[in-house]
């Protein structure tokens, strides 16, 4: 069903983030060439081939295609924008940044001003969306709607076990504020829409909250305590059709269909990535055991592939912790523990 097609650049240290462009067969990565040389972004062909390097002056956090793949925006000490047929735009100061989906517009985060940005590109103006100092989770809690006509901030209340929920228009007008009742006084790890725009979910330390756009909550639930932190890989997920939430914790996958039974899946050792197909009937699951399982939307195992078999090139460490489809569903492309990217292919 999947079978290993090739690797992308050297052998050297984790290659993340990892970003398939929208339209096109085109991987961008953070530098493989060099591990020594971290301050880089190489383009990929589906094919294995360099289609391009890119300079960047110091270390690369964050990669993403941007405006429908028109241009790439490369998050290190500060944003960079980079036309898509690689002449570069412009530098936007930032040590985060939130992208409108549908809209050319974005959110950084600014040091020096302690406070939000939101960024209109085509009107090349700039306003202050909140003060607030930085969050320190290792993921972003401002998260755009796929509709791109709200964006989100979720944060804990000081000294209190309330969410504050805050949803803005695209216009950079706050629309509502809302505190929402936790029942675990844990910490805010990060928050995703629903792809109908109808629904927010949250995820904490401890529990998951499913909220409505009034801020009123729909579902919750208990988590096992969950301390991968240090974790790249995507392990939250609404199927690309909104059927069904997969959440990963620990050794367990859970399958929560909107409307039906909870799924579970129970794997040997931690999940660090997982990733829908496209086509939202089954998901690439990347355990800490140098797999790459593919189970169906139903719970039924389909495939177990080992990253350090000798065509791959046999290495200690080949653990997954990136894992992502490309939009055609062909290609998923694995970022590796120590290495570097390899993408297999839909046979």
């Known amino acids: 069903m999947l079978q290993y097609h090739v690797q992308c650049g050297k052998w050297g240290y984790t290659p993340n983030p990892i970003a398939w462009h929208p339209y096109k067969a085109l991987l961008a990565t953070g530098s493989t060439l060099n591990y020594q040389q971290r301050h880089d972004v190489t383009i990929w062909n589906a094919d294995g081939s360099l289609q391009k390097l890119l300079k960047c002056h110091s270390y690369v956090e964050e990669i993403k295609w941007v405006c429908y793949g028109k241009m790439l925006a490369i998050r290190a000490n500060e944003i960079l924008l ?69 964006c989100i901030g979720v944060w804990n209340q000081t000294e209190s076990r309330k969410i504050e929920l805050s949803i803005w228009q695209k216009n950079g007008q706050l629309l509502s504020q809302n505190s929402i009742n936790s029942t675990q006084n844990s910490r805010v790890i990060e928050a ?65 269909p909107v409307n039906g039974q909870q799924i579970n899946i129970e794997l040997e050792s931690n999940v660090m990535a997982l990733a829908w197909h496209p086509t939202s009937h089954f998901l690439a699951i990347a355990p800490w055991n140098n797999q790459i399982q593919l189970w169906d939307k139903n719970g039924k195992h389909l495939a177990t592939l080992i990253t350090d ?38 046979q």
């Open 309 to 346: 078999v000798e065509e791959v090139g046999a290495r200690m460490i080949m653990i997954p912790l990136v894992l992502e489809w490309d939009k055609t569903g062909q290609y998923l492309a694995t970022s590796l523990r120590g290495c570097t990217v390899h993408l297999w292919k839909i």
């Open 192 to 256: 995703i829409w629903h792809p109908t725009t109808l629904q927010i979910v949250i995820r904490t330390e401890l529990e998951v909250i499913i909220v409505d756009l009034a801020g009123q909550m729909l579902n919750q639930w208990d988590l096992i305590s969950d301390q991968r932190e240090w974790e790249h890989g995507v392990c939250f997920q609404w199927s690309p059709d909104g059927t069904i939430l997969a959440q990963a914790n620990q050794t367990k996958i859970q399958l929560r």
């Open 82 to 150: 980079w036309h898509e047929d690689y002449t570069f735009l412009r530098k936007i100061p930032g040590s985060r940044m939130a992208w409108n989906p549908v809209y050319p517009q974005l959110i950084s985060y600014s040091i020096k001003t302690e406070a939000w940005h939101l960024w209109d590109l085509n009107h090349a103006t700039n306003q202050i969306l909140c003060y607030r100092s930085e969050p320190q989770e290792f993921k972003d809690n401002l998260q755009w709607s796929p509709c791109g006509k709200y």
